[in-house]
């Protein structure tokens, strides 16, 4: 709206939102733009996109890429240099397979585009605000990535599409979404960070290793430079006299490396944590003094040598053994902060328990210590990734469905692959193991070694999804068909619908589909309508600036009455007082007073 040269955006808005019906909206909006020389077309969709900014794209302008996400063994925590975002310790990390987990990122240009934005799970982000920590990196990535571009040539005509000069003069439209959860500990920001630098590298035709482009990933999300390879990943600390040019990602070990090594992903919470990364490590970094241990004194340092030997030697007990140890020190430095953080919760906890009883069952002799089946680690959120060998990722899953099922009907949402779900639920486990899985104060759902072979359906919905993966590769060009953006008008398409959250109640997970299902709107909607709720806001400010909402009538007429008698008594009493006046100086007889006819 703010595009069309000579027309106040407030006014215009006004206007438009004084129609609330579609046809009459779509005519004020062409009357209004025809006057400016603007063509609008005869629906609304058009004339809103027309003034917002979209316009046709060359398909030959348009990269389409994916990456994976990365679970770091030996973790990060605290920024060295809050700037380039550069971490106090090194770390490494296993690379997710993206056939399961991924992040999806097409970006677009085109001289149409009159400023850059970024859609994400299909909302748009503000780029004005300079508070905005997500826009921020968003920006400084794009501008890192423009001053690398080199000449864009059509490879099927060798005609230069735009010349390396040009690239100031086009904006980009980026468009991505996860098929994960976001912002819940599953390093969602590092697979969509990633995704932004590979596909910008590619639409900026940038000559850069990607050694050299983890460097910028890290500016956007620290981790996001390990989801830049497969396999085994580093990433170097760096260091502030190169300017933390050294602090960047470095390959280990391929995918083939280790293609026995498969993982069990627990989602607990799909949710939004509720203390960011960010915001956690500024604070341990003040408070923490076992963070500060933990990351000057060299411990940090001989886990790293020791678990990327682990890792090359396919030495299961060696890798679970310190990932499980660096999982525990992180969360103890969390708890270590002041104020505490708490990213793990009693069902975390509680998969804790179960991995350490199962590896107690398979190795008596060294107490689920010393020959491993199962390992854990958990990020920053609640959620638990699981190592294990592929030869037991299904006995693993059939022990942890005992423990949280499968809810009724919804096997096909509640695993990223059902059949293996199924195959789980049906496949026995030891009573035995059972036993010592009960012990710890988590009771199987099916008690088939009591035999009351009762469920308990308490237990449904602690664990809102299951992910069966393993090692993958690095990010991936996709073709058009995977496109998200709307080439007619560089719009985003519409995001397809994500599984529901797993309810206690059936119904009430039926409605939550069809609530997500409603939500995917042509931007033009969710445009118009965000423009109403900023007006709508701003209205709530001007006539009540302190207050949470717009006043009641009853305040209304109580406001207006006051002042209606505030006017009456100021206006009347100085009408007195000008007639008391007039009849003092005017008396008969004063001297040297004034009277009606004086000129002062």
Known sequence: LRQIEGVRADNLTRRLVRHTHTANLAKRARKLADTRQVKIGRNLGAAVRSMSGFG???????????????IACIKYWGKADKKWNTPINSSVSVTLDQDDLRAITTVATSKAFTKDRLFLNGEELSMDDSK???ANRFKTCVAALRAKACDRVDPATGEVLIKAKEWANYKVHVVSMNTFPTAAGLASSAAGYACLVFALSKLFCCKESPNDLSVVARQGSGSACRSLFGGFVRWNKGCAETQWEDSRAEQVATKEDWPDLATLIMVVNDGKKDTSSTTGMGTSVKTSKLLEYRATLGLVDERLEQIEAAYKKKDFDTFGQLTMADSNQFHATCLDTYPPIFYMNDTSKAIVQLVHVYNKYFDPEGGGLVKLRAAYTFDAGPNAVIFCRKEHQLHLLAFLLRYFPTPTGASATYSNKPEMLTEGAAMPVEEELLRMGDATGRVSATNSHTGSGSTKQSLVGDVKMVYCTGV???PRVLGADEGLVNLTDGTPKPMPPKPAPVSRD???SAAAEDESQSQFKPVWVTSLEKTIKDNHRDMKELIKP???SIPSTYQMITGVIKFSALYVAF?????LFEMAFRNFVSRPGRRGGFTRTSTN
């Open 506 to 508: 059936a119904s009430a």
């Open 571 to 575: 206006y009347g009493g100085l009408g």
């Open 472 to 474: 993958g590769d690095g």
């Open 546 to 548: 302190t207050g949470p």
């Open 132 to 134: 905005n920590e997500h």
């Open 56 to 70: 046709n794209v060359d398909p030959r302008l348009v990269e389409t890429t994916s990456c994976p996400t990365n």
